[in-house]
Each structure stands twice: as C-alpha cells, then as structure tokens.
C-alpha cells in the first residue's frame, strides 16, 4: 500500500496529542509537515469529561464541545482547525508496528507512514479483569471507560438498564466517580474494592472516610476488602450477577470496572529505553532514541522537584509535557535552548457536588483541618503532608480558585512546617501566609 511522509508524526490522538499539534500551530509548523495519527474516529478532545459530564443524565457534555483544549481554557481545536492549519488528521487508523531505526509506523490496513520526528503519546490501556483470569468478565454489559466509544456504550446500557443495578469494580478514579455518575442516574450502585478504604493511592484513611460517608449517604453501597472473582450471566449473555471472593454475590445489570491503567508501549518495546514500565526520557520528553519524543501517561520523565524519575497518568501533565516537547523540538531546531520540564504534581477529581484538589507528594506525617463531618452542610476540609520538618503536599476538597491557588503555592515553595497541632488549628491560614 501507498506510504506517507511528514516532518513530524504525532502517534496518539488524545489530550497530549492535541496540545502538542496545538503546540507546533504556535510554533510556526508549515502546512504539510505535521501529521497526527490516532486510533480513535474523532479529533483529539478532553478525556476526563467521560467519567463526569459526558454520563450527566440532563445536560451531558457531547463533542464538540470538549475537543481540546477546551479543558484549560484554551481554544477548541475541531477537525476543520487541523485542515486551516495544513495538519494531516488521520483518524481511524491504529499504528500495528513501529521501526525507529527506519523512522517508520505500519498501520492495521497496512498504510506506511515515514517520519523525521516522532512524538509518541500513546498514553495508557485499562487493565482487564480477564488478565487476571476472572471468568466471565468478557460478558455483556461489563465496561471499561478509556476511549469514546467505551462511553457511549455506557451510555446505552444505562438508558436500557434504567433504575438497574450496577456494580462497580474498583475504589480509584474510575471507581469513585462512577458510582457518584450511575447513582445520578438512579441506578442502584455498589462499589467493590480490595483495600481497606477507597482511592489508597492518595487518600488517607481520614480523607476517605469522608468520601465513603457521602457516597453511602448520597445512597452507594460500598464493599471493602474483597474483589470480584467471577460473573453469572443470563441466556442472553448479558451479566447477571457479581461474585465475590468472600462468598458473596451482587446482582448486577451493569458493571463497571476500574482496576487501574498500563502505559502502551508495546510498540516500542526493545527499540527505546523503559524506566518503571514507561518510555523513558529526559527533562524535554527526548527517548533514547534520536528524533524520538515521547509525552503524556506513556513516559517516566525527571521529575525535578523531587529529583526522581516518575510517571504520571494525568491530564495536566499531559498537556505540559507535550507542549514541552514541541517546544524542544523547535529549539533544538533553532540551536536554542528551554528550560527543564518543571511538574508540580497536581491531581483533581470532581463528583456529585463535590471537588477537590491535590497538589505535591503524598509522603511523611500527614494533618488534617476543617470541616469532614460528610453530613455537614458546610463541609470543607483539607490535609497536609509533612517531611523532613516541610510540607510537601497539601489536598482541598470544596476548595475557592484562591484556596487552590494558595495549597498549590504550599507544595511548591514546601514551607517549614509549624507542630502538628498548630498545622491543624491554622489550616487553610496557614497557606494564605505562603
Ligand atoms: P491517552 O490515553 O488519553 O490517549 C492516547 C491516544 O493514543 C488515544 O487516542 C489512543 O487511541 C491513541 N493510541 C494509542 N495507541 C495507538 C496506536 N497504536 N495507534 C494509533 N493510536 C493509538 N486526569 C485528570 O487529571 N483529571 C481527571 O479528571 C481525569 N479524568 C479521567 C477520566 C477518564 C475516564 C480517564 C480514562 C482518564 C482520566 N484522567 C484524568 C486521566 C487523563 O485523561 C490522562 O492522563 C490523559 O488522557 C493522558 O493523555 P495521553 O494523551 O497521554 O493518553
Ligand atoms: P486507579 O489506579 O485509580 O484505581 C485502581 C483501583 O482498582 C485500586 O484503587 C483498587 O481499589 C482497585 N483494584 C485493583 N485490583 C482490583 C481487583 N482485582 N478487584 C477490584 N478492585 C481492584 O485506576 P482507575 O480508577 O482504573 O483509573 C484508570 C486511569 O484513569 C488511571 O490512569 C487514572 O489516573 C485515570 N483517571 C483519572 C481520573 C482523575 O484524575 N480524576 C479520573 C478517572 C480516571
């Protein structure tokens, strides 16, 4: 089949993807030379809508209105934006096989596509419950939520099923604010999960009480400690029931699962270094491999603040580091120089009426202040974690654009930090002085 060939390929087609073509826009890129080539049927858009507006049961989100880069403000990039800017939009076209050493992808249907610079922002795959070996998890009505498509299907079963059950499988991101979305929707909802309390991988067991109390008072039921191990399904093959590795079994007429996520590098793998399971690169995204940048979930970059190599499934730093990379290919074009990618991690989750924010490393001591109580009309709390006498992180549910601006600056500067129990009494005052 007939080959292509671009200046520059952008291998991905979602949040990094598209802030880096928005990125070589700004930069100067001329009409014909940059080409972005996504499996996805639509043009680049705001992935974290999926688990929250898009599921609305009035007023959902629908593209177009989310495409990039919507989502920090920024302009939306709809197809035409790409035609005006000479940027091939390659939709629909799943990249099987990739040689860096010829500079060449091979798509599905065979398509070759040559490249002088490659960004690969391929991000992350779900995790699957039949990779586990879970019998019946291929069933009908099982979900997982990664890509638009997934969504819609979602979105159909939860007007088939309407005031069904569902189970949800997985106390993280996906967990949490799916339950808060199908109870919205009046599905009865039950949440499973190993741990002993929910989102472990930031929260505390203080910050989660909170949560668990809202959702059970919002009407979730919430089961901890224990995972599914296989599902029963009707003649039709749709899922019928949830069983449980403690012996229990929950009705179901949807589930959805979120296990967490695995970066896709398999098409890379031997031919670009990996650090800690992601394609590894420097403080300006470049691979082992010359020409070769990679950006978003897909990479382990040095993270400078704290001096380690990390990896990131975020939507902030996948709009930062595609923009840092984009910027680096133009200076390195132009014999100039930039600065080194510098992150503050920065997590957010928004659910029912609720939000918060999480700026920093969730590492040492930790404090809570204000109001948890989930009954509490008022409610608004927050923590702040503590090492080697600073603090390092700071978290804010129901927090104003000043309060998050102020917790943020905290995790940043990492002020001393005063005794436990002055930390508590000050709370937010005590960001507001930094
Ligand atoms: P991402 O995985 O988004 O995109 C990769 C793209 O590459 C996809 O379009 C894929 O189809 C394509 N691709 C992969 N392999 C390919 C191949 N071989 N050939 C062609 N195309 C290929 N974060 C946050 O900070 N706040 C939030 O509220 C949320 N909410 C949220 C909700 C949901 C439902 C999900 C799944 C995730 C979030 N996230 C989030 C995480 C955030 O969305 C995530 O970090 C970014 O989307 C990562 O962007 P990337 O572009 O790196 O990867
Ligand atoms: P996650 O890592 O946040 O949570 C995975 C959860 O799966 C764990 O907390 C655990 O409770 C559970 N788990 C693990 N094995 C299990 C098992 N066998 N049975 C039952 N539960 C099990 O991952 P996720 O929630 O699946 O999210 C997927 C990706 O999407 C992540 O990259 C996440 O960052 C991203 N995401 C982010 C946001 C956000 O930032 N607001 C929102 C949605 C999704």
């Known amino acids: 089949m007939a080959g292509k060939s671009f ?4 291998l991905g087609g979602d949040v990094a993807a598209g802030y880096a073509a928005r990125e070589f826009s700004k930069q100067g890129v001329k009409p014909g030379e940059l080409a972005l080539i996504s499996k996805e049927a639509v043009a680049p858009y705001e992935r974290p809508a999926l688990s929250k507006g898009y599921l609305f049961p009035e007023g959902a989100a629908r593209l177009p209105g989310f495409h990039v880069c919507v989502g920090s403000g920024g302009e939306r990039l709809l197809p035409e934006w790409y035609t005006e800017k000479g940027i091939s939009l390659i939709l629909s076209t799943e990249i099987v096989e990739a040689d860096v050493a010829s500079k060449t992808l091979i798509s599905a249907a065979g398509e070759t596509f040559k490249y002088e610079v490659l960004i690969i922002a391929t991000g992350s795959t779900v995790l699957r419950l039949s990779d586990f070996g879970v019998q019946g998890a291929d069933s009908k009505n099982i979900f997982y939520l990664r890509e638009i498509d997934e969504a819609d299907k979602l979105v159909e079963a939860i007007k088939a099923k309407k005031n069904g059950k569902a189970v949800v499988v997985g106390g993280g991101y996906i967990g949490l604010e799916l339950s808060a979305v199908l109870r919205m929707n009046n599905i009865d909802v039950t949440m499973v999960f190993p741990e002993p309390w929910c989102m472990p991988r930031l929260f505390t067991a203080s910050i989660a009480a909170f949560y668990e109390g809202y959702y059970e008072n919002k009407g979730v039921k919430i089961i901890k400690g224990t995972v599914a191990v296989g599902f029963d399904t009707h ?3 749709e899922v019928k029931e949830v069983k449980l590795k403690d012996g229990r079994s929950l009705e179901a ?3 959805v699962v979120g296990v967490g996520a695995k970066p896709l590098t398999t098409l890379f793998k031997g031919q670009v270094e990996e650090e800690k399971g992601g ?3 420097d403080a300006f995204f470049k691979t082992s491999v010359p020409g070769v940048y990679a950006v978003g979930d897909v990479v382990t970059f040095p993270l400078k603040l704290y001096n380690e190599q990390r990896r990131v499934e975020h939507v902030e730093h996948a709009r930062k580091s595609a923009e840092q990379a984009v910027k680096a290919i133009f200076a390195s074009e132009k014999g100039t120089s930039i600065d080194e990618y510098d992150y503050l991690p920065y997590f957010y989750s928004r659910a029912f009426d609720l939000s918060w924010q999480f700026y920093g490393d969730n590492v040492g001591e930790t404090v809570l ?10 409610h608004k709390f927050g923590q702040y974690w503590i090492q080697n006498g600073k603090v390092v992180g700071a978290f804010l549910e129901s927090g104003t654009p000043e309060e998050n601006k102020a917790i943020a600056k905290v995790a940043r500067v990492q002020p001393p930090a005063l005794s436990l129990d002055e930390m508590a009494n000050q709370g937010l005052t005590f960001a507001s002085k930094i």
């Open 7 to 10: 200046k520059y390929v952008i």
């Open 235 to 237: 003649p039709n093959g």
């Open 369 to 378: 202040f204000g109001d948890n109580d989930p009954k509490s009309p008022t």
């Open 253 to 255: 007429d949807i589930v």
């Open 279 to 281: 394609i590894k690169t």
